[in-house]
């Protein structure tokens, strides 16, 4: 599973064709802190890949005979159970990085779909403009008056919850701040010189959109994607934990969290010790994002 | 004057409208998921005939647009109507109760449990932003005073290791660590004030990150405005001008802050942490109807919490353009 990867790597691929993109990557490469970030994101993706077929251990297989272990990482005793083991037996480490994969890829995909739906509706009310561009600016401002989170809970809560279904909410719940920015970005692309000239030489306006007009609006929103990601799993697990998100046997994080509270005073690591990981990981991701979020500014400012 | 009643008059229209279609929405997806209130509200030992009898008494058997012209008719005349599930007493009955007549008399009003669980809400909130705005305002000026020098990136790693704490996570974590281990301070229900500081506390350190961040930015861009070396020229001290001018303008942003990005993420974390700690507020309230399919206490919680999203925005716009006359509306 590659999904990780899509966070940086996509955004260079566009970056590579695209002067913007090519310094804002470049610039924000150089800083310690995405490196780091980049370094804990990619190591953490690499084990939850490979880790659980490392160790041979199932995350949803019971064993009650090795239910309640200690952490094998602070009592030697109980390894290969890194993490420990929960109510059932089964191994926190291996749920913990099943969990990671899932979070991390409702996070990714619901970004990407946030993203497209944002730019979309935003290039459309930029570039076609008049009572279209109105309406959908309007509708875009009524969305931030939305209690999403409420509206989040109402669906998930009333229908049964589905990965897909919740990629579903966290799109409806983010792409408004794209919207924006595409819509500013394209306003003032479209009055440029070359996209004139693409028209002159007979470009469509669905060609200009999608080729001259749509890798402009990466580099300026790239943070805040990154930062959507941590955000969106956080949510994911918030919602696990109230028990609407993705339903077990599936392990998230959410469920994990949840299941632990029960037996908080006795196995105090079935809640946090899992939830250390996903805070490390989210830490990398806001690193990341912190980084790319400096180097536009720096850029915005024509420091350097 | 002028200005200010033209401003409110369109803003209100407007935000009336978004209302409206938000009641729609919630009301529409109420009724169209799979589950007869009916069923909730009776229990499930009741025979098909009571139950298709109350249900068209109750008029839930009409076209969706229909029951909610009503709804919003009686909205209108302030009646929020009567929760399905929970009994004039407080309790809960869960549909669990085999009564074979429904009496909305005995149920309790929807209004009535909000206007409960609303003080608890915004005792948390009101709570929340006081310790957020003690922690981020002192590191916020700092580092945007010394902006690139070590406090700015102090306060950076702490806004970004803040931001990556997932508030579910913290928030057990602290109930373990101060409450259940040391003791120091209870985690769960209410029954005093000291049982609001540890949600507040959660909710603190979540609303921080956002202050720091637009002060810093706010401060140290007024800084390197014009103003602040002509008013040094003119013989102003450095320190009145940061004082007096400077942190005045860096307002701006923050009220911005403050009003659109706090109340939205305020208003959902709030919900998810009066869950975990089992606080008697609205998002409690809120979350238990969405199990038990309470529609009226969903439907009336969520047309509250637009109405303070827009009403925020109203005033928080408002504010803007009165403290600052070149942003028009």
Redesign the interface.
Known sequence: MAIGTDIDPAGTAVARKRGPGTSLFAKAWRTADFKIGFAIVLGLLLLSVIGPYLLNLSPTQFNVSKKFLEPGLLDGANMPYLFGTDQLGRDLFSRSLIGLRNALFIGVVSVIGMFIVGSAIGMIAGYVGGWVGLVLM?LTD?Q????????A???L???RPTPLTIILVFILAGWPAYARVARSVTLSERRREYVRAAKILGASDLRILLVHIAPNILPPIAFVAV?DV?KM??FE??LG??G?GVQPPTPT??TI?AD??KY??NA?WI??VP?LL???S??G???MG?ALERSRNKILQGVE | MLFALDFFMRRIAQGLIIVLLVALLIFTLLRVVPGDPVRIMLGPMVSPSVAEQTAKEMGLRDPVLVQFGRYVGQIAQGDFGRSFVRSAQGASTGGTRAADTFNAANRASVIGLIATAVPYSLLLAGLAFVFALALAVPIGIYAGLRSGKWPDRFALYLSSIFVSLPNIWLALVLIFLVSAKAGWLPAIGYKGFSYAILPAIVLAVELAPVFIRSIAVSVSGNLMEAYVSVGQIRGLSRSRMIVFHVFRNSLIPLLNTLGIQAVGVLLGSLFLIEYVFNFPGVGLLMINAVFQRDFPIIQAISILACVVLVVVNILVDFAATTIDRRLQY
């Open positions: 309007r009524a931030m008056s939305i209690p999403v989170v409420i509206l809970i109402t669906i809560g009333v229908t930062l941590a799993m956080i697990a918030a934990f109230i609407i994080f959410g969290i632990g509270t908080l005073m105090w809640t946090t939830g996903l805070a490390l989210l830490c991701i806001n690193f912190g």
